[in-house]
């Protein structure tokens, strides 16, 4: 293969330094309108504090009870299976055959819980026309555990 030739350019380019980027603290919003100042994360003209708040208000105020329930048992299956994960890493995996099967049966709980809220949750009525929660509660209920053979 032949040496590549350098082209010898004689123009002078400027050498000015960069110009800097300027604080955090002054920084404008993005085009997504989401801006940091003074460690305060802004959404348009709402801070983070006052979105996530809304959101647990709307939460608490337009949500049936009976969803609030079933959430409530989302949580509890996510808390189970996060102490199972940690008792796996700090105790250690020897019978690793019961962290799996426990693990494996609390995400599967998680699963079905998941789709029983989906079924009986009221603003999706549209998708789940011929379905009415009783009949879900009932499938729900009805799903024989696993078996080993």
């Known amino acids: 293969m032949a040496p590549k ?12 330094p960069p110009t800097p980027n300027p604080p955090i603290a ?22 983070m504090y006052e979105i996530m708040q809304g959101v647990g208000d709307n939460y608490l105020d337009k949500t049936p009870q009976r969803t609030k329930l079933v959430d409530v048992f989302m949580a509890f299956l996510v808390f189970v299976g996060g102490v199972q994960f940690v008792y796996c890493v700090l105790a250690g995996n020897y019978p690793f ?16 819980t998941a789709g029983l809220r989906m079924q009986t949750n009221p603003e999706n ?25």
Not at 29 to 42: C, F, H, L
């Open 97 to 112: 055959n019961a962290f799996l099967a426990g693990f494996s049966a609390t995400v599967g709980q998680f699963v079905l």
């Open 26 to 47: 002054s920084r404008a919003p993005n085009r997504d309108g989401i801006s940091v100042s003074k460690g305060k994360v802004t959404v348009g003209n709402q801070n």
């Open 125 to 149: 009525k549209t998708e789940f026309s011929t379905v009415s929660p009783e009949r879900s509660v009932t499938s729900f209920l009805e799903v024989p555990p696993p078996r080993a053979f």
């Open 5 to 16: 030739h350098r082209s010898t350019n004689t123009t002078t380019t400027s050498t000015a």
